[in-house]
Every structure is written in structure tokens, then in C-alpha cells.
């Protein structure tokens, strides 16, 4: 009998379920339940990728000093207090591995985006989930739930899955009130699709207990290449450099990223794209009797009468080849995510859900 085990926390860690990418039998799906951009990244950035390739016998840098300088240019931000991760999810893990471990508390809400529970469990440290007001944030709640083992409190704004944000207000307000031992980390994982919207950098320059993360996965059109990154004051990212891997960012990554970035008619044209069909999609369903919540980020959350009717109608959409994510482990049981596609496939899935809903009536 073997004696080697895991660290406590390991075992309770419920594997991630990434959003599925085929259906059986059917050749022509549509992928929408990952929330990634449908019209792919800049050609700029695949051109970059390319070109990266030429080199692939060399380390690729290790102070990612290209691309931080290119994002604090970009953002308006301070090169030093930039890191670059293996996805905004390594930020995150670094996050709760340098802060959070054994007897510790990591705050989250209770709709909130799954990594931040299984990094929590990961770093040994106890994942405390906060109620949210009808699929928003609850700032109150979540003051009310810290106590002196709270080390970080992770908040999505805009939130996935529920696609809803608080105003700077709130958040300032958050960041004001929390205990002096507790970090706040604001994922901005969808904060390029609100107009206007600078992610928490502001609060993070004003203040010594705010970090934001960001990621080039979802605007960007990378997802494939896992690159994010995180702004936070000096004492933060300096602890963040000492658990990061020299070398976690691959050289085409980063190259892509950065070329990703200057192509800034590529993205206005994705975001408006976003913000016109998302509208488009919420008003079909609610015409069909399938009401969300305003979203500001790529996708929708589709409200149904219950859990059997949101399983039965992902049933039928995949039945049209059309894939979305089910979100019963975000306690939204009775909701679909949905991520809004090019014009035909918003198209297609409006029609199929009103082919659903008629047919329930
Ligand atoms: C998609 C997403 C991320 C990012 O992931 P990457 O690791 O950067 O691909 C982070 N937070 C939220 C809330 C997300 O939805």
C-alpha cells in the first residue's frame, strides 16, 4: 500500500471543465462556450507567430521587457509593475501561491470564475464563497465575510459567467474598507469590451492592496497562446517575480501578443462587432421568452424556467451543432452561457431557441 499523498486541499480540487468543442455526428459546429473572439486575432499577430518561428532554438526572454513596454505604452501604465503570465490563470495561481496557503482564506463570489477556488485549493489555503445580489457582486457581503485569516479577495468585473459589473464606485469603496492584510485582485479578463473601462488601473496606481489581471485570450483573439498579465504596486509584483518561472512565456507568444496589441483597427472593429451583436442576441431571446441580465462583456447569460428547461434547450442547440456552456458549477442551473458568435451564428442560435421555446409552448 503506498504512503505518497498529495498535499491537503489537492483532492478537493474539482477538475476545470473546459467548454466543449465537438458533438457527435454533426461536422459543421459552431463553437460558444468559451467565450473566444470569432473573428480570430489580428493578421498582425498570426504574422508575428510566423516569423517567431525562425528562432525557435533560443530562449525567449525572460523579462518579457518587450511586451511590458508595449502594454504600459498602450495602457498608460508603469513598466515596472507589469508581469506577464502563462494566461491571466498563472497570474492568478501565482497570486494565491505567494499570498494564500494552510489556514488561510481566499475570497470569492458566488458566481465567480472557477480557477479562483482551485488555485485557492491548490496553495493549500480554504476558498470561501460570498453571495451575490440577484448575478451581482455584493460588496457588503463580501466585506462581511472577511475575518483575520483572509489573505485575497477575487473579483471578475465584468464577471464571467454572469456578464455583469460594478461601477468604479464600488469598487473603490471594496478596496477602501478591507481589512489592511487583505489583497483585492480585480480580473479584468473582459475589461477591453466596456468602452472606456481601464480595468482597475487607476485604483491599482492609487493604492497598496489592489492588483488587476488581464489576458489576451478573449478580445485578442489568443487563447491559444496563453499569454495575460497583471499590474499591481511594487511590493506585489516583486513578490509575483519570485515565483514566476523565468522562461513561462513561450517566444511566439509573446511576439504575437505584442503585434496583437498595436493593431488597435482590429480590435475597435472585434468590440464593436461585440457590443452590436450582443444586443442583437439579447433582445431575440428575450422576444423568445429567454431573458439576461445586460452583459458587458462577450457573452450572454440565457435565464431559463428551470434547470430541466436550460438542459433541455442545450440539448437542442447542440442537436443544430451549436455548442454552449452549461453552468450548473457556477450555481446558475437554470442559465446557459452563451458567447456571442459572428452574425450567422447569432443568427443560428436565436432561430434554434425559438424553435425550443415555441415547441415547449
Ligand atoms: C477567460 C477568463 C480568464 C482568463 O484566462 P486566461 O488564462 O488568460 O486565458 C480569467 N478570468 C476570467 C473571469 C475569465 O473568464
Known sequence: ???????????????????????????????????????????????????????????????HGALRRALAAHHGLDTDRIICGAGSDEIIAFLCQAYAGPGTEVIHTEHGFAMYKISALAAGATPVEVPERERVTDVDAILAACTDAT???????????TGTMIGDGEVARLAEALPPHVLLVLDGAYAEYVEGYDGGAGLVDARQNVVMTRTFSKLYGLGGLRVGWGYGPKHVIDVLNRVRGPFNLATPALAAAEAA???????????????RLRAWLAEALAEHGVPSDTSTANFILARFASPDQARACDAHLQSQGLIVRQVAGYNLPHCLRITVGDEPSCRRVAHAIGQFMGDAE
Open 1 to 63: 500500500m503506498t504512503q505518497i499523498t498529495p498535499q491537503p486541499g489537492i483532492m478537493d480540487i474539482a477538475l476545470y471543465e473546459s467548454g466543449a468543442a465537438h458533438v457527435d455526428g454533426i461536422s459543421n459546429v459552431v463553437k460558444l462556450s468559451s467565450n473566444e473572439n470569432p473573428f480570430g486575432p489580428s493578421d498582425q499577430a498570426r504574422e508575428a507567430y510566423a516569423k517567431a518561428g525562425y528562432d525557435l532554438h533560443r530562449y525567449p526572454s525572460s523579462d
Open 151 to 161: 489573505r485575497l479577495v477575487f473579483l471578475a468585473n465584468p464577471n464571467n459567467p
Open 261 to 275: 496589441l498595436r493593431d488597435t483597427a482590429w480590435t475597435e472593429k472585434c468590440r464593436n462587432e461585440n457590443s
